[in-house]
């Protein structure tokens, strides 16, 4: 079993995680939505992640919806003490499967109530607001200030730890520091999609965490015979490349790759141990 006992850490709110974490979403069903195929083989990756090291998961009540954290529960409460759950609010789904925005201040709360209920847990350890402006991946501008104050509200109730953004702009986040502490940011990066570089090293001097979705390209797996090449030349794969160069760009960087296979999850894992040489390193940052 791989294991991540001497990787590199990092504050995530009030506890060091590991800089390779899991993420939940594959979990899911085809499309996130409904129940996965294989029910166990679902369990068996969330005890496996746990066992290896892993002590930081990323999840939403809207995956499934509700299904991943209702699998997060049955593998895994009562849960670990270091083991921080970071899930989102700002989304609900429709009964065909589809996306739909959820982000007044009311359907924030219902979104962090279902998130309670479904963890069973009497608080959510971070919580992060996914911003929803327009169609696509790509922050937009727009004042989140409403939306923000709802969850500090919550927050200040006792029912979050701490804070987070998902889709946002430099200017939000500034926004909403302007309103309560923000342990983290999660937006779309990658290898080949680095629209975030400023933002990173910004929140790095501020001693945040930043947290790529799609670390791998997500529904669009990053394919490129260079880098294919250089795995070659390491005796590593194409992927677990990507996800070394990630730790190796900032190290307030903490990765979330997903799967529903166990040997998927430890050739992530893996890519704790990948060291980049410098050339190979030069090569990568020619790859966009």
């Known amino acids: 079993m791989m294991t991540l006992s001497g990787t590199d850490t990092f504050e995530l709110g009030d506890t060091s995680v590991r800089r390779i974490g899991y993420g939940a979403m594959q979990l899911a069903g ?20 746990i066992e290896s090291g892993v002590n930081h998961i990323d999840t939403s009540d809207f995956y499934g919806p509700h299904i991943t954290n209702q699998l997060i529960r049955e593998a895994l409460s009562p849960y670990p003490d270091d083991l921080v759950i970071v899930t989102k609010v700002g989304a609900d789904r429709g009964e065909d499967g ?29 919580v992060n607001l996914r911003i929803i402006e327009g169609a696509g991946l790509a922050p937009v501008e727009g004042s989140i200030e409403e ?14 730890r701490h804070l987070g953004l998902s889709n946002a702009t430099a200017d939000q986040v500034k926004e909403a520091q ?4 923000v342990v983290c940011v999660q937006n779309h990066y990658n290898l080949v999609h680095r629209a975030d570089d400023a ?7 501020q001693g945040v965490a930043y947290v790529p979705f799609f670390p791998l390209g ?23 490349v990507a996800l070394a160069w990630l730790l190796a760009r900032s190290p307030n960087i903490l990765l979330i790759p997903g799967t529903s296979q166990v040997a998927h999850l430890r050739q ?3 890519a704790a141990d990948i060291v980049l040489p410098e050339d190979v390193l030069l090569e990568l940052e020619h790859l966009v």
């Open 30 to 49: 085809s499309g996130v939505f409904g129940p996965p195929k294989d029910h166990g083989q679902a369990l068996a990756v969330l005890r496996e992640a």
């Open 268 to 270: 992530n894992l893996a």
């Open 218 to 240: 997500g529904f669009n797996p990053i394919q490129s015979s260079k880098l294919s090449d250089l795995a070659a030349s390491l005796g590593a794969l194409p992927m677990q």
């Open 199 to 205: 933002l990173i090293n910004t929140l790095e001097k």
């Open 178 to 181: 302007r309103i309560a502490p």
């Open 147 to 160: 939306r923000f104050t709802a969850l500090a509200s919550l927050q200040q109730k006792g029912l979050i």
């Open 98 to 126: 589809s996306w739909l925005p959820a982000q007044t201040p009311a359907d924030l709360e219902r979104g962090v109530h279902d998130n309670l209920r479904n963890l069973g847990v009497d608080v959510l350890d971070v």
